[in-house]
């Protein structure tokens, strides 16, 4: 078993990271090995961020954008790894999760930072076409097939 998402998920080093809400962990990533790109509705958040990478050196290894979810702009199968550590107010949760499992590799692996519930695995589950794994309180993972 996995004791928290960042275990699950695994080792950080040359792997593409799509973060759905931004924050300073974003940093923490990037300085990890990641390659973070990520989204989140409120501007002010993202540039804060952005400001952040820029002052340590890492602005190459972060991609962040402000985004309200309908249809992500990134192209299919194209992150290793998905963090989701929020769901926007007011979004369509199928259509994102739809629209994560679209952006993540075969073989890619997602963690949720949700109350487990069962409708919203059940949700993650459909889309990713697989059985969720790994998780705890208030997290949960998946491994798309």
Do not use: N
């Not at 919203?120 to 097939?145: C, I, M, N, P, Y």
């Amino acid at each position: 078993m996995y004791g928290t998402p960042l275990d699950y998920l695994g080792p950080m080093v040359g792997q593409r990271l799509l973060l759905c809400g931004v924050g300073v962990e974003a940093v923490g990533l990037a300085m990890a090995g990641a390659d973070v790109y990520g989204f989140d509705p409120l501007a002010d958040q993202i540039q804060a961020v952005k400001d952040l990478a820029r002052g340590l050196g890492l602005r190459d290894r972060i991609h962040l954008q402000p985004m309200v979810v309908r249809h992500l702009a990134y192209p299919g199968q194209f992150f290793d790894l998905v963090l989701v550590k929020t769901m926007p107010d007011g979004c369509d949760a199928g259509g994102l999760i739809r629209e994560l499992a679209r952006v993540t590799k075969g073989g890619g692996r997602a963690a949720f930072m949700l109350p487990r519930h069962p409708s919203a695995e059940q949700l993650v589950r459909r889309a990713f076409g697989a059985t969720t794994d790994g998780g705890g309180d208030g997290w949960f993972g998946v491994e798309k097939s």
